[in-house]
């Protein structure tokens, strides 16, 4: 059984390896995501090590000059898929998006090298690697956190990962959608309509896309410039944990100066982790920047924060939060409180599961101590696969598979668990 999926979650992978990265799915993302390839690789790495450096190095490749990497690398031309580089319009060589997702490749990087076999070709890559690395974590402190709070701020839903979050419906809201000119989405044909965002939340995004196209790119203007911006407590855990990762990784190659720079921002960050708590919620909160509040959403992003070190009680509480939702729905981790109104099952991240960051709290939690609510959140993704196949996401109470199929990095998540 065990071998028999871990043959299946390979063939995924294949089918989406494009040579020197993989698309998320057929037909839905026919490009390289950023967040997807550095997890995507960990799949890779159990049966090709050269191939998982490849994906990682060929994201690296398209790093900006000033240290972003972006979240969508356009390598060939596909009209399926919608906004496409003339709406970006970021004028590079071979397109990209203009904006980031979650910094997951340090900590991908940090794991990959630690198990390789193949140590010599581990170290090169991993040299390679690290400074452009710490060069995308400096990016982000000086561009997205420019008060110096130790955590940044995503200027786009999209750069969450978790692109229709209850998290963002408010701060949305005040993005306007007057000037936004006509656009076909492509995704509502390849998915169906009532599993992904609404009409209105693309008029949004698009307008964010446009008002930072207007101003030519610039991150040293866009966060200020950002009627969203938003701190996401998951998405800063990943930061933080791929700044330790790096850390960890400059001291194994003998690179102090930037172990010694990564640390410093992990602990800026975990230390101002702590304002996004909610005792009310048991669990950590996102923070309305442009209000200068905690935005009061149960979502899982305030779990992913257990992905970077957090004191233990913190912890325990984020476990007790999992048994609770785990009672009342059979598949863990939703994506959101199954208990809040806005909970759907079935919309993108307005309540599905998705193995990625079932993977990342488990990884999270398991350095916590809180062994046995990880071992049900690993029952529980496998029990996924083994009922409704790779999927992009999974309905929490039928284990309906939604989004994509044969999707790259549910089968990579696959294989990192079985192996
Ligand atoms: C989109 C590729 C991406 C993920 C995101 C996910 C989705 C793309 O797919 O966004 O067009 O909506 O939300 O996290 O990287 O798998």
Request: proline share 6%; hydrophobic share 40%; glycine share 8%.
């Amino acid at each position: 059984m065990k071998q028999d999926l871990i043959e299946q979650a390979r063939a995924v992978l294949v089918r989406n390896d494009r040579g020197d990265y993989t698309v998320p799915t057929h037909g839905l993302y026919p490009f390289q995501w950023n967040w997807d390839s550095a997890l995507s690789a960990l799949g890779f790495s159990h049966f090709d090590e050269a191939r998982a450096w490849r994906e990682i190095e060929t994201l690296f490749r398209h790093q900006w000059d000033d240290g972003m990497v972006p979240h969508i690398i356009f390598h060939e031309m596909n009209d399926g898929y919608f906004p496409g580089p003339d709406v970006w319009a970021t004028g590079r060589a071979v397109p990209t998006s203009g904006i980031t997702q979650p910094a997951v490749a340090g900590f991908a990087v940090r794991r990959i090298h630690a198990r390789a076999k193949n140590r010599a070709l581990a170290d090169a890559q991993a040299r390679a690697l690290l400074p452009k690395i710490h060069a995308w974590h400096q990016w982000f402190y000086t561009n997205r956190d420019p008060q110096g709070t130790g955590l940044v701020a995503i200027i786009h839903p999209w750069e969450s990962g978790r692109d229709n979050s209850v998290d963002w419906d408010a701060a949305l809201a005040r993005v306007p959608t007057e000037g936004v000119a006509p656009f076909q989405r492509r995704d509502v044909a390849h998915a169906n309509p009532a599993h992904r965002p609404t009409d209105e939340e693309y008029r949004r995004y698009i307008w964010l896309v446009q008002h930072f196209r207007g101003l030519g790119w610039d991150n040293s203007r866009l966060h200020d410039a950002s009627p969203f911006r938003v701190v996401d407590p998951g998405f800063n855990a990943i930061l933080i944990r791929s700044c330790l990762d790096l850390a960890a990784l400059a001291d194994d190659l003998g690179e102090a100066e930037i172990a010694s720079a990564s640390r410093a921002y992990a602990q800026a960050g975990i230390a101002a982790m702590d304002a996004l708590w909610s005792e009310t919620r048991g669990q950590y909160l996102c923070f309305d920047r442009a209000t200068g509040e905690l935005i009061d959403s149960p979502s899982i992003g305030g779990l992913l924060a257990a992905f970077c070190p957090i004191p233990e009680h913190r912890a325990q509480a984020i476990a007790r939060r999992l048994d609770a939702i785990g009672a009342a729905v059979p598949y863990l981790v939703p994506s959101h409180d199954p208990a809040a109104h806005e909970f759907d099952g079935l919309r993108y991240w307005r309540g599905p599961v998705w193995l990625i960051v079932n993977y990342m709290i488990a990884d999270g939690l398991k350095r916590a101590g809180q062994t046995r609510i990880v071992q049900r959140i690993v029952d529980d993704s496998l029990r996924l696969i083994e009922q409704s196949g790779f999927a992009e996401y999974y309905d929490p109470v039928t284990a309906e598979p939604c989004g994509g199929s044969s999707f790259t990095w549910t089968a990579a998540m696959v294989i990192e668990i079985l192996n």
